[in-house]
């Protein structure tokens, strides 16, 4: 049998759906972005961790061409974001991190006057919210007014909206912040059905459950900057390993380090790495059972253990530290 | 200053659209409250005080009071629209952010927005003069040009309150747009005594505030007494509409893309 050529494209590599190189956004002093770089590959979900003001939602802004770059280069989609804004935004979904819904307009007005602004016809644009509002399960509640939608609603509808123009990529911006269980596990299904049909993703969330249920790939910024990159499973592979014993009901801090101190001289190489915060103290290891147990072969005084898989919050407060951010 | 390729009229018409869409849905709510004040004050004024004071130049005074009352009627719509809903677009729907997403930019929707203003202008205009024509007010053909016209001082109304919803850093203050800028113009622009009866330093005011050309055109069309003096009228509503047009659309740039 003739092997078509057309089966194997010729062409490079694909491009990357999103590529930044040393992207910058300040405002006067203030340097919001600072010399970001990465790539999101086709049909990926890529995600931007990090704490309030690390500098994620500016370079979503960037993505989605309602900020211009202050230096750097940024393609989206193989476009330079400075000079074909309106053709990138022609081919995005975005959902903000405020809903900016018409809320004096039906469910479903609210996707047709949204296609409107990319020009699709009256015809497709409501056989497509048809479709959509049945894909996010608002199918019931197309006539309803948006002031009657709960929050995992709304979001759902921000979801579907974004979803009019069929784009090559979708921004979720926070999709699940202020979501009860329920709403978010639902938005997590739709967003991995997405993901199936080939939609590249790229969130931002402060949920590291969130970002390990749907990101392939992640990066942790902090105060403008990429800290590291990476799968999930990776990063806390290279962060903090495999497992983590929690140890609390020190009477202070001090104490807590002593006892962390000598606790962490009889685990040896075990405790390959160990912090205190307040009255907390960690060890990062790869046998937390072997640790549990000299712990308690030498009596340390501790109020309560506790043995857990290493997660993706781990990482990311060993990466940021623990300092409240506003 | 505009960045070029920064504005569509495509996408300033999408946003339009998008404005008749949500006014059908509340309509007639929509137009009720802005139309109701004026013919309230036509009916105090004309009636009340035309009960007393018969004829002012040679009109009955029902008829001087509603032809200029008109432009008010106009101006109200584009006024109501770039302030108060304008701002709750922007501030509270968010609905320029989610439209600034799509293909349209921050350009399109202000533009959109002041045409909408505009349009507004427009329908309130001609409700209340087809209201003053059954009180047998219109004597001239001319009054056909009025509309138009409404259209015209729409845009300048739409861009001036736009320019102040712009800088508005809450919604709180939009009362003294209406007590310190609104209100003064709507007593001084000759709808209910002619300008020129007042010491002349106050008739040079009132030259400046934009309600009283509007008033002085829309009464010489109604009555069909156009001059060439009325020409000037024209031209201080282009010039200063153009002028101005720029000041809104880039400070909502300033505003939205932080």
Same mark, same amino acid.
């Given at each position: 049998?003739?092997?078509?050529?057309?089966?194997?494209?010729?062409?490079?590599?694909?491009?990357?759906?999103? %590529?930044?190189?040393?992207?910058?956004? $300040?405002?006067?002093?203030? %340097?919001?972005?600072?010399?970001? $770089?990465?790539?999101?590959?086709?049909?990926?979900?890529?995600?931007?961790?990090?704490?309030?003001?690390?500098?994620?939602?500016?370079?979503?802004?960037?993505?989605?061409?309602?900020?211009?770059?202050? @230096?750097?280069?940024?393609?989206?989609?193989?476009?330079?974001?400075r000079?074909?804004?309106? %053709?990138?935004?022609?081919?995005?979904?975005?959902?903000?991190?405020?809903?900016?819904?018409?809320? @004096?307009?039906?469910?479903?007005e609210?996707?047709?006057?949204?296609?409107?602004?990319?020009?699709?016809?009256?015809?497709?644009?409501?056989?497509?919210?048809?479709?959509?509002?049945?894909?996010?399960?608002?199918?019931? +509640?197309?006539?309803?007014?948006? &002031?009657?939608?709960?929050?995992?609603?709304?979001?759902?509808?921000?979801?579907?909206?974004?979803?009019?123009?069929?784009?090559?990529?979708?921004?979720?911006? &926070?999709?699940?912040?202020?979501?009860?269980?329920?709403a978010? %596990?639902?938005?997590?299904?739709?967003?991995?059905?997405?993901?199936?049909?080939?939609?590249?993703?790229?969130?931002?969330?402060?949920?590291?459950?969130?970002a390990?249920a749907?990101?392939?790939?992640?990066?942790?910024?902090?105060?403008? +900057?990429i800290?590291? @990159?990476?799968?999930?499973?990776?990063?806390?592979?290279?962060?903090?390993?495999?497992?983590?014993?929690?140890?609390?009901?020190f009477?202070?801090?001090?104490?807590?380090?002593?006892?962390?101190?000598?606790?962490?001289?009889?685990?040896?190489?075990? @405790?390959?790495?160990?912090?205190?915060?307040?009255?907390?103290?960690?060890?990062?290891?790869?046998?937390?059972?072997?640790?549990?147990?000299?712990?308690?072969?030498h009596?340390?005084?501790?109020?309560?253990?506790?043995? +857990? #898989?290493?997660?993706?919050?781990?990482v990311?407060l060993?990466?940021?530290? #623990?300092?409240?951010?506003? | 200053?505009?960045?070029?390729?920064?504005?569509?009229?495509?996408?300033?018409?999408?946003?339009?659209?998008?404005?008749?869409?949500?006014?059908?849905?509340?309509?007639?709510?929509?137009?009720? *409250?802005?139309?109701?004040?004026?013919?309230?004050?036509?009916?105090?004024?004309?009636f009340? *005080?035309?009960?007393?004071?018969?004829?002012?130049?040679?009109?009955?005074?029902?008829?001087?009071?509603?032809?200029?009352?008109?432009?008010?009627?106009?101006?109200?719509?584009?006024?109501?629209?770039?302030?108060?809903?304008?701002?709750?677009?922007?501030?509270?729907?968010?609905?320029?952010?989610?439209?600034?997403?799509?293909? !349209?930019?921050?350009?399109?929707?202000?533009?959109?927005?002041?045409?909408?203003?505009?349009?507004?202008?427009?329908?309130?205009?001609?409700?209340?003069?087809?209201?003053i024509?059954?009180f047998?007010?219109?004597?001239?053909?001319?009054?056909?040009?009025?509309?138009?016209?409404?259209?015209?001082?729409?845009l300048?109304?739409?861009?001036?309150?736009?320019?102040?919803?712009?800088?508005n850093?809450s919604?709180?203050?939009?009362?003294?747009?209406?007590? !310190?800028?609104?209100?003064?113009?709507?007593?001084?622009?000759?709808?209910?005594?002619?300008?020129?009866?007042?010491?002349?330093?106050?008739?040079?005011?009132?030259?400046l505030?934009p309600?009283s050309?509007?008033v002085?055109?829309?009464?010489?069309?109604? !009555?069909?007494?156009?001059?060439?003096?009325?020409?000037?009228?024209?031209?201080?509503? !282009?010039?200063?509409?153009?002028?101005?047009?720029?000041?809104?659309?880039?400070?909502?740039?300033?505003?939205?893309?932080?």
């Open positions: 049998m003739p092997v078509s050529s057309a089966t194997a494209p010729v062409t490079d590599a694909p491009l990357p759906v999103v %590529q930044a190189q040393d992207l910058e956004k $300040s405002y006067g002093a203030l %340097q919001a972005v600072d010399g970001v $770089s990465f790539a999101v590959e086709r049909g990926e979900c890529f995600g931007f961790l990090g704490p309030n003001g690390a500098g994620k939602t500016t370079t979503m802004k960037m993505i989605y061409c309602v900020l211009l770059p202050t @230096a750097g280069e940024l393609r989206v989609l193989g476009l330079d974001v000079l074909s804004p309106r %053709q990138i935004k022609a081919r995005l979904g975005v959902v903000t991190q405020d809903n900016t819904l018409d809320t @004096a307009l039906s469910v479903r609210n996707l047709l006057i949204f296609a409107r602004y990319f020009d699709i016809p009256w015809k497709t644009a409501r056989r497509r919210a048809d479709e959509l509002l049945e894909f996010v399960s608002l199918d019931e +509640r197309g006539r309803d007014k948006v &002031e009657q939608l709960s929050g995992g609603m709304r979001r759902r509808l921000m979801i579907a909206r974004a979803l009019m123009p069929e784009p090559h990529l979708l921004i979720l911006d &926070e999709p699940t912040t202020g979501l009860d269980p329920q978010r %596990q639902l938005a997590w299904e739709k967003l991995r059905q997405l993901k199936r049909t080939g939609v590249t993703q790229i969130l931002t969330t402060h949920y590291m459950e969130e390990a749907l990101c392939d790939r992640l990066v942790i910024m902090d105060h403008g +900057r800290v590291t @990159a990476g799968s999930p499973a990776e990063l806390i592979r290279t962060h903090v390993g495999r497992e983590v014993v929690e140890l609390r009901g009477p202070d801090e001090a104490d807590a380090r002593r006892s962390l101190a000598q606790i962490a001289a009889m685990a040896g190489d075990l @405790a390959e790495q160990h912090e205190v915060h307040g009255d907390l103290a960690l060890i990062y290891t790869r046998d937390g059972e072997t640790v549990l147990r000299r712990i308690r072969e009596a340390v005084p501790v109020e309560s253990t506790t043995l +857990r #898989r290493a997660t993706l919050e781990d990311f060993r990466l940021t530290g #623990r300092m409240l951010r506003e | 200053m505009i960045r070029a390729g920064a504005f569509s009229p495509r996408g300033a018409l999408r946003f339009w659209q998008r404005n008749v869409f949500i006014f059908r849905r509340i309509f007639p709510e929509s137009i009720a *409250v802005n139309f109701l004040e004026p013919v309230i004050y036509l009916l105090a004024m004309g009340g *005080v035309g009960a007393y004071l018969t004829s002012i130049g040679g009109l009955p005074y029902l008829t001087f009071v509603a032809t200029g009352l008109v432009a008010t009627a106009a101006m109200f719509g584009a006024t109501f629209e770039c302030t108060y809903n304008a701002y709750v677009q922007m501030y509270y729907e968010k609905a320029y952010d989610g439209a600034i997403t799509t293909p !349209l930019n921050v350009e399109d929707v202000v533009v959109g927005e002041i045409l909408w203003g505009a349009t507004r202008s427009v329908l309130y205009g001609t409700a209340f003069l087809t209201v024509a059954l047998g007010t219109v004597r001239s053909p001319l009054a056909l040009l009025v509309p138009p016209l409404f259209f015209l001082s729409g300048m109304f739409s861009v001036i309150a736009m320019t102040f919803t712009a800088v850093p919604i709180d203050y939009f009362p003294f747009y209406f007590a !310190l800028f609104i209100t003064p113009m709507f007593m001084f622009s000759g709808i209910f005594f002619p300008l020129d009866a007042l010491p002349s330093w106050v008739a040079r005011a009132a030259w505030t309600l050309h509007v002085s055109l829309s009464r010489a069309l109604i !009555l069909g007494t156009i001059e060439t003096r009325h020409l000037w009228d024209l031209v201080w509503i !282009l010039v200063v509409t153009f002028a101005l047009f720029p000041a809104p659309v880039v400070l909502m740039r300033r505003r939205l893309l932080k």
